[in-house]
């Protein structure tokens, strides 16, 4: 480093009047200052120190090695949660008031459970008029019956004319038509009696509720909306390049909003691909139970299995120019930036395809600071890490 000259206090007195402001001022100071200092003896450079600087390391860095390891082999898709079937519980009769509703929205229910009802007594009563008619006609085919057996009977005698015994089978035939319409009339208004009563169509989960107490629905009308057996599935988007690659029966996994992790099975890949977008549906039943809720969004991948690949952690590989690079270290200490490919990202690895072998070392973390040639510090990962 260079010194002043402290033999001449004449010198020095000079200086400090210039760095008090007594001689000059702007730029007649800096002037000065520079014949103070360049005048013979006043700057010299000590004996015994080299006149350029040492070079010094520009960071401190741990090295990582590229390892050998199998790395999951899967399928990125995002899509929506959706029920598996809906079934749609409408009113199947007309002009009647709703007397009671058994559910809401958000309850468990059984096939075959009382979801709603409505009031009777009009029914009822027109179910006892039509049994009434029943007997009527059964009564009305006894008399005829007995009429036409006797016709039967005596139709060689010649006691009665031919046309009189022809009345006489027709009668009792018209009466056997009366009874049977009659029966008709009795089971549909039994039927009618039934449909009062709305009953879930198979097990699920209500999920709308358009009943409600004391209005008079009409024939068709929605009533109830379930989720079939509680089934929920998620209908994610691929590829359509990676559609070959996808069978029924393989793992998935998916991520909620909330970031719960979700476990499901491939069922089906759509046989269709969207003409806008070149992505095909693929159907993944959930397992039951879980936070999932139907209409939600979730990205997740479908697993095909594992392969060998060599890996680094992500954090020894820096981007740059559209890139991927690490920088390795030489005998030097002088790091030498090197372009790899990179793959799969699992976790905090990244797989490198290209550009390293099995062993290699890089620098672990910090390579963003780095320039290619740049002298560092090489520690363990403990030491790098207390730093």
């Known amino acids: 480093m260079p010194a002043f000259d402290v033999a001449r206090p004449s010198r020095l007195r000079l200086l400090s009047d210039l760095l008090r402001g007594r001689r000059c001022r702007g730029a007649g100071l800096a002037g000065a200052l520079l014949l103070a200092l360049a005048g013979p003896g006043g700057l010299q450079a000590q004996p015994g120190k080299p006149a350029s600087a040492v070079a ?56 075959g459970q009382l979801l709603a009802e409505f009031a009777t007594e009009t029914l009822q009563a027109d179910l006892a008029q039509l049994r009434a008619q029943v007997v009527q006609a059964e ?31 027709t009668a009792e035939r018209s009466a056997e038509a009366r009874l049977e319409a009659a029966r008709a009339a009795e089971k549909a208004q039994a039927l009618r009696l039934q449909q009062a009563r709305v009953l879930a169509p198979d097990d699920g989960i209500v999920v709308a509720r358009a009943a409600t107490l004391g209005a008079v629905a009409n024939p068709g009308q929605e009533l109830f909306r379930l989720i079939r057996q509680g089934r929920l599935e998620w209908r994610a988007e691929v590829a359509a390049a990676e559609l070959g690659r996808l069978r029924p029966g393989l793992p998935a996994r998916l991520t909620l909003p909330d970031g719960q992790a979700l476990a499901g099975t491939l069922r089906q890949v759509a046989p269709t691909v969207d003409a806008a977008t070149r992505n095909g549906l693929v159907y993944v039943d959930l397992k039951p139970g879980s936070a999932a809720r139907a209409g939600m969004f979730a990205r997740g991948a479908i697993e095909l299995g594992s392969s060998p690949a060599l890996t680094l952690p992500q954090t020894a590989v820096v981007l740059r120019d559209g890139f991927s690079y690490v920088f390795r270290v030489g005998a030097d200490q002088r790091v030498a930036m090197t372009k790899v490919t990179v793959g799969r990202r699992v976790g905090d690895r990244v797989e490198v395809t290209a550009g390293l072998a099995a062993g290699a070392a890089v620098v672990a973390a910090g390579s963003g600071f780095l320039a290619d040639g740049d002298l560092v510090r090489v520690v363990t990962p403990a030491a790098a890490a207390s730093r």
């Open 56 to 111: 010094r390391p520009a960071l401190t860095v741990a090295l990582t090695r590229v390892e050998s390891t199998r790395l999951a082999q899967q399928i990125d898709a995002q899509g929506s949660i959706a029920a598996w079937q809906e079934a749609s519980v409408g009113a199947e009769v007309a002009g009647l008031r709703l007397a009671s509703v058994r559910v809401n929205v958000g309850d468990r229910v059984r096939r």
């Open 139 to 169: 009564a009305q085919l006894a008399e005829a019956a007995a009429n036409a057996r006797r016709a039967r009977e005596l139709q060689d005698s010649g006691a009665w004319s031919r046309q009189q015994i022809e009345q006489l089978l």
